[in-house]
């Protein structure tokens, strides 16, 4: 599968396992998470969240990032509100949950450190040449290309495989 399109796919997943986890958490009645359906969809964001920086896709890797920063900011609000329910302090969890991401994250980082100093460094070699190659006017001529294609088949599209039929018409 090629890179920019795992990551996508994983993407989607990984937000559809966290808002199965979020309906859980807020309409679970059971006193753990261990035994209920949210520890595997926990466990399946988690190998899908590491996965996706290993597969060399920049935008992807960016938007985990992003997705991941949203989920633990809500978690902990999460967090907060369920322990002032209860009585309690929520810092053990919070503070908990940001280990947990962090040491993922450094775990990722451990194993796919050559494959993230590639790309970080043809991402360099990308933005010192981009004036040089003509980078930035291709790409906006590419999404308004894109816009155009869009806006003739909103709804069910052209179909797979069509951008290069299309972009001879364009």
């Given amino acids: 599968i090629y890179h920019n399109h795992w990551g996508p796919f994983a993407?989607?997943?990984i937000?559809?396992?966290?808002?199965?986890?979020?309906h859980l958490a807020n309409n679970s009645k059971r006193a753990s998470w261990v035994h209920s359906?949210?520890?595997?969809?926990?466990?399946?964001i988690v190998f899908l969240a590491i996965s996706i920086p290993l597969s060399t896709s920049r935008s992807s890797t960016v938007l985990?990032?992003?997705l991941i920063g949203v989920a633990v900011l809500h978690a902990s609000l999460?967090?907060?509100?369920?322990?002032?329910?209860?009585g309690k302090r929520p810092l053990v969890p919070i503070l908990g949950l940001t280990f947990t991401v962090l040491a993922l994250g450094a775990?990722?980082?451990?194993?796919g450190r050559p494959i993230?100093?590639?790309?970080?460094?043809?991402?360099?070699?990308?933005?010192?040449?981009?004036?040089?190659?003509?980078?930035i006017p291709d790409r906006i001529r590419l999404y308004g290309d894109t816009i155009n294609i869009f806006?003739?088949?909103?709804?069910?599209?052209w179909g797979l495989e069509s951008y290069p039929l299309m972009w001879r018409h364009m």
């Fill in 11 to 13: 993407l989607m997943n």
């Fill in 15 to 22: 937000a559809a396992s966290m808002a199965l986890c979020i």
């Fill in 37 to 44: 359906p949210a520890m595997g969809a926990l466990l399946g």
């Fill in 64 to 66: 985990l990032a992003t």
């Fill in 78 to 86: 999460y967090f907060r509100r369920r322990s002032r329910e209860q």
């Fill in 107 to 111: 775990f990722v980082i451990s194993i």
């Fill in 116 to 135: 993230i100093e590639e790309r970080l460094q043809n991402t360099r070699e990308q933005l010192t040449d981009r004036d040089e190659r003509g980078y």
């Fill in 151 to 157: 806006r003739q088949k909103p709804v069910a599209g």
